[in-house]
């Protein structure tokens, strides 16, 4: 099973593929001062809830960038029944590949696909050539909560050395000021496996005999998820100001 096949069976039942609430996105959303004109751009958009939300409050123009095929064509059509298809344009493709201008964009988020741009570093930095000077980013991103991470679930990726507060240093770095935060707690993280762990059970109870149930009921990955997600990993979506002038 590729990993498109994977994600599309077991983020069936997600409105949106993150550990957080609605609130909760409505509030990162709230920090973003969203107003009536903007341009907006969001890398991974994925089945684009948080697109829609956006755009049925502001009369905005939001680009969407979204690499599964599925995804983006459940997002599109999603948009045409909500009568937004003037307002959200998905575009199909890896971000990298993404054309827009430099600084043409009052608000750029990501929330949760940072590795879809080379990972966090190279996301703020993609992010904020992509947003106007005094413009917004939004990050949706992963740091450890607590550390050293257990030997059996060190993976070596680079966000298990790097805490909350270096992450939200990483903004500066980038000449990008944090202006808010929304951190996610072990329900929502409960909430995003528990959707994950149905899906699952659902599609091997549909699909029997098939050699994929025992990747997608894997033991291993549900201890990870009970053990290190929202314990020793932490989520949150960080806004932030491009540039102070
Ligand atoms: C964790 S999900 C988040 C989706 C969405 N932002 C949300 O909160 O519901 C990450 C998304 O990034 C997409 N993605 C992964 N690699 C990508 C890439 N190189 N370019 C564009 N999208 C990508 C995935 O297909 C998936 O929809």
């Given at each position: 099973?590729?990993?498109?096949?994977?994600?599309?069976?077991?983020?069936?039942?997600?409105?949106?593929?993150?550990?957080?609430?609605?609130?909760?996105?409505?509030?990162?959303?709230?920090?973003?001062?969203?107003?009536?004109?903007?341009?907006?751009?969001?890398?991974?958009?994925?089945?684009?809830?948080?697109?829609?939300?956006?755009?049925?409050?502001?009369?905005?123009?939001?680009?969407?960038?979204?690499?599964?095929?599925?995804?983006?064509?459940?997002?599109?059509?999603?948009?045409?029944?909500?009568?937004?298809r003037d307002r959200i344009e998905i575009v199909l493709g890896p971000a990298l590949d993404f054309?827009?201008?430099?600084?043409?964009?009052?608000?750029?988020?990501?929330?949760?696909?940072?590795?879809?741009?080379?990972?966090?570093?190279?996301?703020?930095?993609?992010?904020?050539?992509?947003?106007?000077?005094?413009?917004?980013?939004?990050?949706?991103?992963?740091?450890?909560?607590?550390?050293?991470?257990?030997?059996?679930?060190?993976?070596?990726?680079?966000?298990?050395?790097?805490?909350?507060?270096?992450?939200?240093?990483?903004?500066?770095?980038?000449?990008?000021?944090?202006?808010?935060?929304?951190?996610?707690?072990?329900?929502?993280?409960?909430?995003?496996?528990?959707?994950?762990?149905?899906?699952?059970?659902?599609?091997?109870?549909?699909?029997?005999?098939r050699p994929e149930a025992a990747e997608l009921m894997n033991a291993a990955r549900q201890r990870?998820?009970?053990?290190?997600?929202?314990?020793?990993?932490?989520?949150?979506?960080?806004?932030?100001?491009?540039?102070?002038?």
């Amino acid at each position: 099973m590729n990993k498109f096949e994977f994600f599309e069976i077991i983020e069936r039942y997600h409105t949106f593929k993150n550990p957080t609430s609605e609130e909760k996105l409505d509030l990162a959303t709230d920090y973003c001062a969203i107003r009536d004109g903007m341009r907006i751009l969001d890398i991974g958009s994925g089945n684009g809830w948080l697109l829609r939300r956006i755009a049925r409050r502001f009369d905005v123009r939001i680009t969407g960038l979204e690499i599964h095929h599925t995804f983006a064509e459940q997002a599109r059509s999603m948009i045409a029944a909500d009568g937004l298809r003037d307002r959200i344009e998905i575009v199909l493709g890896p971000a990298l590949d993404f054309r827009g201008a430099e600084n043409s964009f009052d608000l750029v988020m990501c929330i949760g696909a940072s590795f879809a741009l080379g990972g966090y570093d190279n996301a703020l930095g993609w992010m904020s050539r992509r947003a106007k000077r005094g413009g917004t980013i939004a990050i949706g991103e992963v740091y450890a909560n607590r550390l050293p991470f257990p030997v059996e679930f060190a993976s070596g990726e680079e966000y298990e050395q790097r805490n909350l507060w270096m992450t939200a240093q990483r903004l500066s770095a980038h000449g990008l000021m944090m202006r808010g935060m929304v951190e996610s707690s072990i329900d929502d993280w409960n909430r995003y496996h528990s959707l994950h762990w149905r899906a699952a059970m659902d599609w091997v109870l549909e699909n029997p005999n098939r050699p994929e149930a025992a990747e997608l009921m894997n033991a291993a990955r549900q201890r990870m998820d009970l053990e290190v997600d929202g314990r020793y990993l932490g989520w949150a979506i960080f806004v932030a100001r491009n540039g102070m002038d």
